[in-house]
């Protein structure tokens, strides 16, 4: 491991190169161990790839460089209550279309903070969602016979199949 | 950070295109249903089969609770409420702010005769995973043979008839209500003592198994 190294090269699953700072990766559990087995220095010519796309990588790291600080020092509760309305905002943005590959790549790279955050911002979203919306975005069928569905409906008055 | 390419990359373009949504896998799906308020629980649960059997999971309702706990801890208050002049339950909220006024059921029990009046809360005996496990109330009716609980959830309006248990001894016993990850079930202990003298207590006591 080299530690004199700052920032590490990474390519996207698209091909296109990233830096991001030794102390944003530690982030990332995989990108630790990568950090810890792989030579880092200028003249290495290994790039690591992660498996993420351009577009979701460039939010991911976004997210690391900001929370590596707190990350690696611990804070004070002012940081902390500042960090969170930062992540709200982070979360604002044009995220909404990325958010569940933002959740893929939290969770390929063992980012346990990101990956909260986007489960509960996915969660906020669906809670204003009917039952066919829910099913569009999760790709998922109707399975229900027409029994079943009569059976819940009586069990449950009010319960929508739409 | 640098991104060295400024233009549109394939997986933009894709993006920008329909707005292709990924297929997630169901253990990420798993995750964000925990953090979804009971409410949109009960929605949802005619999406398809997959989630209306996982909603009934004893892993996932523990999950569930885990985050709601952390997320917005609420209080339930018993207490008489002389605007209504009865017994009520209120949900509060960390200010101690009245989020709902939950009407208290009036339950049918057919086991036991009927010159015995159950049929409102007596007194909650503990609660766990979103279960409220009652006492149902008129028991302190002298010579009243039978302890009746019942279990009723406030967010789904499910309840549930638990055995009645006659009791031995007139001292009104202790209870307790919790779940047994060992035998996957909801326990209820009752535990019925009257001293005898100083030297020991005559006991009774009995688990019950609520059954799925």
């Given amino acids: 491991m080299s530690s004199s190294v700052e920032a590490i090269t990474v390519l996207s699953s698209d091909g296109d190169e990233f830096k991001i700072t030794v102390s944003a990766a530690k982030l990332s559990k995989p990108l630790n161990w990568m950090l810890e087995d792989v030579c ?3 003249d290495c010519d290994e790039v690591p790839t992660i498996e993420v796309n351009s577009k979701t990588l460039v939010k991911v790291i976004e997210y690391c460089e900001k929370h590596a600080p707190r990350a690696n020092s611990g804070a004070s509760d002012s940081d902390a209550e500042e960090l969170k309305k930062w992540d709200i905002e982070f979360m604002k943005m044009d995220v909404k279309d990325i958010l569940f590959h933002i959740l893929m790549a939290a969770n390929y790279l063992h980012m346990e903070g990101l990956y909260d955050l986007a489960c509960q911002t996915a969660a906020d979203l669906m809670k204003g969602m009917t039952v066919s919306q829910i099913r569009k975005i999760f790709h998922i069928k109707n399975d229900f016979s027409s029994e079943e569905q009569e059976q819940l409906r009586r069990q449950h008055p009010g319960c929508s199949f739409d | ?61 523990a999950k569930h609770a885990h985050h709601s706990a952390h997320e917005s801890p609420f209080l339930l208050l018993h207490a008489y409420d002389y605007s209504y002049k009865r017994p009520s339950l209120r949900l509060l909220n960390q200010k101690m702010e009245t989020v709902e006024v939950l009407s208290i059921p009036s339950f049918e029990v057919l086991s036991v005769p009927s010159k015995y009046p159950f049929n409102h809360v007596g007194k909650i005996i503990g609660s766990c995973n979103g279960w409220l496990c009652f006492l149902l109330g008129m028991l302190c009716l002298e010579g009243c043979p039978w302890r009746l609980l019942r279990l009723w959830n406030p967010l789904t309006r499910e309840d549930r008839e638990i055995p009645p248990i006659r009791r031995v001894h007139m001292c009104p016993p202790i209870s307790g209500f919790g779940f047994s990850s060992i035998v996957n079930d909801y326990k209820i202990v009752a535990f019925s003592y009257r001293q005898k003298n100083i030297e020991g207590l005559n006991h009774d006591s009995r688990v019950v198994h609520v059954g799925n």
């Avoid at chain 2, 991104?3 to 997630?24: C, T, V, Y």
């Fill in chain 1, 40 to 42: 880092f220095s200028d």
């Fill in chain 2, 1 to 61: 950070m640098d991104a060295n390419s400024e233009s549109l990359n394939p997986s933009d373009k894709r993006m920008a295109r329909g707005g292709e949504i990924p297929f997630l896998h169901f253990e990420i799906i798993i995750n964000i249903l925990e953090r979804l308020p009971v409410k949109s629980i009960l929605r949802f649960r005619s999406v398809c089969r997959d989630w209306n059997n996982l909603f009934k999971t004893q892993s996932f309702i």
